[in-house]
T-cell receptor, first 115, second 112 residues
Framework: AQSVTQPDIHITVSEGASLELRCNYS??????LFWYVQSPGQGLQLLLK??????LVQGIKGFEAEFKRSQSSFNLRKPSVHWSDAAEYFC?????????????FGTGTRLTIIP | KAGVTQTPRYLIKTRGQQVTLSCSPI?????VSWYQQTPGQGLQFLFE???????NKGNFPGRFSGRQFSNSRSEMNVSTLELGDSALYLC???????????FGPGTRLTVT
């Protein structure tokens, strides 16, 4: 069965600083990987996804993520955070078997931005 | 295109009652998935429907059920509510781009 680990429950960074959120996955085949963001009281918004090909993927809001098969990681990065980036971030892996869609999520990382 | 909509947004029920939540997917999307989000268990997959058929199911008791209509709208039902069913229930739809799920704002269910 697939699983996702986000080792950091809470991260605090200063506005303008760089950000890296860690994600490690466990999956038997080539994974489909995602990062979602959730603001308080809201649903999840897709930031970016990796299916295949170039291991560095660009997403919305200036985020990027790098897939590293050797480390089973898919870390999310942003060179300079803005106060509006404060939210909870979820890494997810897709288990696609016979056409069924099912996302398995990590426990999330809450991001706090300080002025 | 309008996004995924969920109704109602907030709901308060009493233990033992049942509840029905509704989800309207993005126009043209045929797959609808449901997730439960709680502080203790995080985001957990409930089930997925495609063309009115349940394609996948998570590890939830039979009190949790769902269905999908011919217009792809979906409902989920929880019978005999328990306090532990208090959660944010999220619906997601996906369409031509496979594996890419778009989420609604969720329904916040409180069971007292």
């Amino acid at each position: 069965a697939q699983s996702v680990t986000q080792p950091d429950i809470h991260i605090t960074v200063s506005e303008g600083a760089s950000l890296e959120l860690r994600c490690n996955y466990s999956y038997g085949a080539t994974p489909y990987l995602f990062w979602y963001v959730q603001s308080p009281g809201q649903g999840l918004q897709l930031l970016l996804k990796y299916f295949s090909g170039d291991t560095l993927v660009q997403g919305i809001k200036g985020f990027e993520a790098e897939f590293k098969r050797s480390q089973s990681s898919f870390n999310l990065r942003k060179p300079s955070v803005h106060w509006s980036d404060a939210a909870e971030y979820f890494c997810a892996v897709e288990a696609r078997r016979g056409g069924n869609e099912k996302l398995t999520f990590g426990t999330g990382t809450r991001l706090t931005i300080i002025p | 295109k309008a996004g995924v909509t969920q109704t109602p947004r907030y709901l308060i029920k009493t233990r033992g009652q049942q509840v029905t939540l509704s989800c309207s997917p993005i126009s043209g999307h045929r797959s609808v998935s449901w997730y439960q989000q709680t502080p203790g268990q995080g985001l957990q997959f409930l089930f997925e429907y495609f063309s009115e058929t349940q394609r996948n199911k998570g590890n939830f008791p039979g009190r949790f059920s769902g269905r999908q209509f011919s217009n792809s709208r979906s409902e989920m039902n929880v019978s005999t509510l328990e306090l532990g069913d208090s959660a944010l229930y999220l619906c997601a739809s996906s369409g031509e781009v496979p594996y890419e799920q778009y989420f609604g704002p969720g329904t916040r269910l409180t069971v007292t």
